[in-house]
């Protein structure tokens, strides 16, 4: 048996959950090709016109999958933790592709509504293998697995490696240091975000991402708002950037965001009026199917020249 | 002294001016949104944010400098974004240098403590037990007959001989609801509603059907929908929203108290497209698209602000509902760069794809719209 798994949104997240399990099930895991060209086009094609790059992303992945395996996975991710969920286009995700996509008649829809209670979550793997056939104890050994497999993988990007890109983003020589934040469908997926941290790694900055600090870490940061996000990937955002801003640990901040995201508009203002307060250099690269190379490049040239010249003049006031 | 103030929504403002009076604050009221408005509320809100966002904020920069130093607003608790709109809303503009204190309203389910808190400090006379029945019967009363009026107002515009009579005949309804001072006067008020659309000239036709769904703000402010509804009477189309300021209200404030979700039936017929709640109306798009359907509609137009994220989710699924129960389908998104006349030129295509719809089933004899006469 072979289960897809689009290359997109939550892939980003929890793949070495999700693949190592279904591995470990004896299932053959098929991974959608790298995103590229072709699958945007695909999923522009199919999508509803306004929706963000993501989901029409996701619907090329879907398509890239269709015809090589016997189910493509769609979560409908609704809740990990206990105070948020997903943005709603997560929540909607499987019923959208339903409607659009009309020959799609073998999703594999898995509804992921945990509150962080890793009973929830084992509940949910024991549906899904169920309906692949597979019964209690293999699941369970594929889930404790998974879940290894997991907390490795947040381990190594804590250490500063970033497993989708095969880069290391760390090199304590470097003189300017820079948080990049975004959601990891965006900034780890390279033709989307076209290569943003490589492309600051090789102009010799340091890159850290929210994705490098521990969970707990971050609960602990105090938004300062009266209500919390609705969203757990916004929430993480907002919360390393506080963190990075909070600490002095970088000297200027990327705001990695797609075209119309919705969420978003609220976490790229709260971002602008926290730098703006604390005087951190703050930058907005908004993302779709049709942004260039040369621009992007261009003004992260500007951006990392500003900070160079902003440390220069500090340094000889200091001195 | 409160001075209070809080979004134009439709008429909303009647009851809800009346409502902080008897309270015993002052009121700056919020005037109808205009293109000053928007263009206030877009440039200080960021790019994507929703269309009602920037004429909410363009409205409150307007009271401020009216004078206003309370805000008064609804929250949510999500998924859809419009929840967090007050709080980011404030932060926006005391970072522009107003000073006032922002008042949101959670629902009671899950904000009840923190609701009767907020209702305290907007409560600044004594008041008797007797004072609260009062003012509850009078301003329910004001939002059933506010919704009547607008109710009849569709049903008259698409049949009258005269066209302006029935959009003259609601500006008179809402200022005698806006006059009365008691509940006894709004039951005067009510028969000379009625006598006022009864008047009119009426054809005897049977006018094409459209259910207009969508996101509750574009769906209650004329100003921010264009005036849609006008647009199709004047068309002779009988227009009928799938939301009302009464029964909205009912719903999100009362039942959710009991923690009753509300209209239960659009849901339910929901369910079987759209299997999660998503926030926002998305998911009562798509079942009162259905109902409408069910109820022998020609066809849905979907309201949307640009970016709104459960209206794409409701916007993916309806074209498969429509087609499947076989009415006529048309999305209009909104933003500060729709303009009237393109809007019109597509609801007037949309109107005419309707008409020869409907012609061509009646010549055939589609058992389905119940017209076997035998042609």
């Given amino acids: 048996m072979k289960v897809g798994v689009p290359r997109t949104l939550f892939y980003y997240a929890y793949s070495p959950f999700i693949c190592s399990f279904f591995e470990e099930l004896g299932v053959e895991v098929v991974v959608s090709e790298l995103t590229s060209k072709k699958i945007i086009d695909e999923g522009v094609e199919d999508a509803v016109s306004d929706a963000c790059v993501p989901i029409k992303l996701f619907h090329g992945h879907v398509k890239n999958l269709l015809n090589k395996v016997d189910f493509v996975l769609v979560p409908r991710l609704v809740s990990v933790n206990d105070e948020s969920t997903f943005c709603p286009k997560f929540l909607g995700l499987p019923d959208m592709l339903e409607s659009s996509l009309p020959d799609f008649d073998n999703m594999l829809e898995v509804r992921v509504d945990t509150k962080g209670k890793r009973s929830e979550l084992f509940k949910t793997c024991l549906k899904t293998a169920g309906t692949l056939g597979i019964g209690f104890f293999k699941t369970l050994r594929a889930f404790n697995k998974a879940l290894k497999n997991y907390e490795e993988y947040k381990r190594k990007f804590r250490e500063g490696t970033i497993p989708y890109l095969g880069v290391e983003s760390r ?10 934040v975004g959601y990891p469908y965006i900034l780890y997926d390279s033709y989307l975000s076209l290569d943003i941290i490589k492309k600051l790694i090789s102009m010799g900055c340091h890159v ?8 707990e870490e971050k609960r602990r940061e105090d938004l300062k708002l009266r209500k919390l996000l609705f969203w757990t990937f916004s929430n993480g955002v907002l919360r390393a950037s506080y963190n990075f801003i909070r600490e002095n640990k970088v000297d200027g901040i990327i705001h990695v965001t797609a075209f119309g995201c919705g969420p978003d508009f609220i976490v790229d203002k709260l971002l602008e009026l926290e730098c703006k307060e604390k005087n951190v250099p703050f930058l907005t690269v908004t993302l779709d199917e049709h942004t260039g190379q040369e621009g ?14 902003k440390k220069a003049r500090k340094e000889a006031a200091v001195s | 002294m409160r001075k209070v103030s809080f979004p134009f929504v439709g008429t909303a403002n009647i009851p809800f001016e009346n409502l902080m009076r008897a309270f015993g604050n002052d009121v700056i009221l919020p005037s109808r949104p205009t293109k000053e408005t928007l263009s206030l509320g877009t440039k200080y809100a960021p790019e994507f944010a929703c269309l009602p966002f920037k004429i909410v904020l363009g409205t409150y920069i307007e009271v401020l400098e009216k004078g206003a130093n309370t805000l008064v607003s609804t929250g949510g608790v999500g998924p859809c974004r419009a929840g967090l709109y007050t709080a980011l809303q404030e932060k926006i503009l005391k970072s522009l240098g107003y000073e006032f204190e922002m008042i949101t309203l959670e629902p009671p389910s899950r904000y009840l403590k923190d609701l009767i808190q907020n209702i305290k400090k907007l409560i600044n006379v004594k008041l008797s037990f007797k004072d609260y029945i009062r003012i509850a019967k009078f301003i329910w009363k004001e939002l059933q007959l506010l919704d ?12 009258e001989v005269k066209k302006g009579e029935a959009s003259l005949a609601y ?8 006059e009365a001072k008691d509940l006894k006067e709004l039951l005067e008020v009510e028969r000379e509603i009625e006598n006022l659309f009864d ?35 004047d068309l002779g189309v009988y227009a009928e929203r799938s939301m009302f300021l009464a029964g909205y209200t009912f719903y999100n404030a009362i039942m959710d108290l009991f923690r009753r979700p509300g209209e239960m039936d659009v849901k339910k017929e929901a369910m079987p497209y759209f299997k999660e709640m998503c926030g926002g109306h998305g998911r009562e798009s798509v079942g009162n698209a259905i109902i409408f359907a069910k ?7 979907q309201l949307s602000p640009f970016t709104c994220i459960p209206e794409i989710v409701a916007k993916s699924i309806l074209p498969r509902v429509c087609e499947k129960y076989n009415i006529g389908f048309l999305p209009v998104t909104l933003d500060e760069q729709t303009g009237k006349e393109g809007l019109r030129t597509r609801i007037e295509a949309f109107v005419d794809l309707l008409s020869a719809r409907k012609k061509k089933n009646f010549i055939k004899g589609d058992a389905k719209n119940g017209a076997l006469f035998g042609y």
């Fill in chain 1, 171 to 180: 090199d304590k020589n470097s003189d300017v240091i820079i948080g990049v």
């Fill in chain 1, 208 to 215: 850290v991402t929210p994705e490098m600090l521990a969970e």
């Fill in chain 1, 296 to 309: 992007v490049n261009t003004r992260l040239e500007a951006f990392v020249d500003m900070i160079r010249i």
């Fill in chain 2, 148 to 159: 009547k009026a607008e109710k009849l107002s569709h049903k008259v515009r698409p049949l």
């Fill in chain 2, 171 to 178: 500006k008179k309804a809402v200022d005698l609801v806006r």
């Fill in chain 2, 199 to 233: 008047k009119i000239d009426k054809k005897d036709i049977d006018p094409i059907k459209i259910g207009i769904v969508g996101e509750i703000y574009v769906l209650l402010e004329p100003s921010a929908n264009l005036e849609i509804e006008e647009m199709l009477g």
């Fill in chain 2, 295 to 301: 109820r022998g509609f020609d066809g849905v137009i």
